[in-house]
C-alpha cells in the first residue's frame, strides 16, 4: 500500500519561502512512469496544480506558479519537496501531495497540511 505524508511548517511570513516535503512510503519515487505531485486549495476554492516531478527527475510547473516554484528529490530518503518563494496571503492553502501513473488519474493523496501566510 502507497502512502504519502506531507510534512513542514503550518505557518509562514509573507516574502518567506514555503517549504514542504512529501514523504512516500510502500512505492519508489524512482518506479518508472509515475508522477509525483504537488496540489492545494485554499480556502473556499478548487483545486490548483502547482508542479510535477517525474520518476526520471524532470520537473514542471503551473505557468502561473513556475517564477516562485522548486521541485526536488531526496531518492536516498524516498521524498519529494517543494519550496514556493515570496509567499503572501493568497498562498494560505490546504497543500496535498499525489500520485499519478502516465496515462491515469492521481491514485494516492496525502492527507494534506494547512499553510498560512501570515505575519
Known amino acids: 500500500q502507497v502512502q504519502l505524508q506531507e510534512s513542514g511548517p503550518g505557518l509562514v511570513k509573507p516574502s518567506q519561502t514555503l517549504s514542504l516535503t512529501c514523504t512516500v512510503s510502500g512505492g519508489s519515487i524512482t518506479t518508472s512512469y509515475y508522477y509525483w505531485s504537488w496540489i492545494r486549495q485554499p480556502p473556499g476554492k478548487g483545486l490548483e496544480w502547482i508542479g510535477v516531478?517525474?520518476?526520471?527527475?524532470?520537473?514542471y510547473y503551473s505557468p502561473s506558479l513556475k517564477s516562485r516554484t522548486s521541485i526536488s528529490r531526496d531518492t536516498s530518503k524516498n521524498q519529494f519537496t517543494l519550496q514556493l518563494s515570496s509567499v503572501t496571503p493568497e498562498d494560505t492553502a490546504v497543500y496535498y501531495c499525489?500520485?499519478?501513473?502516465?496515462?491515469?488519474?492521481?491514485?494516492?493523496w496525502g492527507q494534506g497540511v494547512q499553510v498560512t501566510v501570515s505575519s
Open positions: 516531478i517525474y520518476y526520471s527527475g524532470n520537473t
Open positions: 499525489a500520485r499519478r501513473l502516465w496515462g491515469h488519474e492521481y491514485d494516492y
